[in-house]
């Protein structure tokens, strides 16, 4: 029998405490919720094989099952990433950069891939950029293949968020 290694996921502690805030929510409310509907279900006197409500509530059910098993599998595998260096890009890192001459700079987070979100200004590590950044500090400009193309990324700033 072979085991498998996995190594942990980096994540700040806020990405941290989000899947564990997410995780109480579904196992307290969300449980609470699913088990009053199946209370409505069963009072309304009809045999639980005639009710149509019974396969949307059986539905709901497992899915929120499925998403606390995959939370709680998560958040095993997660290591809080330790504080950035003063200055250095790393997890958790807010930095300001210049994607391309002449655009706009932008501030990014630099998170994990479980956190990645770039709607928000989350990027991963291990997206091309993240990689690219990673360990280097402002006034570096950073060559970085993207699926966009090759371009240098200037690094404007970094540390916490103003």
């Known amino acids: 029998m072979s085991t498998a290694t996995h ?3 980096l994540v700040t502690r806020e990405g ?22 199946f209370r ?13 409500v019974v396969a949307d509530a059986l539905d709901a059910s497992a899915s929120l099952e499925r998403r606390i098993d995959e939370l709680t599998a998560l958040l095993a ?24 001459a002449g655009a706009t ?3 990014y987070q630099l998170v ?5 979100d770039p709607s928000a200004g989350r990027i991963s590590i291990d997206s091309p950029v993240g990689r690219a ?26 540390g916490d968020p103003a």
Do not use: F, S
Request: net charge negative; aromatic share 2%; glycine share 12%.
């Open 40 to 52: 409505e279900i069963r009072a309304d006197g009809r045999e639980l094989g005639e009710n149509p």
């Open 7 to 9: 190594q942990p996921e």
């Open 133 to 158: 950044v990673r360990g280097r500090q402002a006034g570096d400009r950073v060559p970085v293949e993207t699926p966009g193309g090759d371009r240098t990324i200037e690094i404007l700033g970094v």
């Open 77 to 100: 595998v997660c290591q809080i990433a330790e504080p950035p260096m003063p200055g250095v890009i790393d997890v958790g890192q807010h930095v300001v950069l210049r994607l391309k």
């Open 105 to 107: 700079p932008t501030t």
């Open 16 to 37: 941290y405490e989000r899947l564990t805030a997410e995780l109480e929510q579904l196992k307290t409310i969300r449980r609470q919720k699913v088990a009053d509907g």
């Open 112 to 116: 994990g891939a479980l956190e990645t």
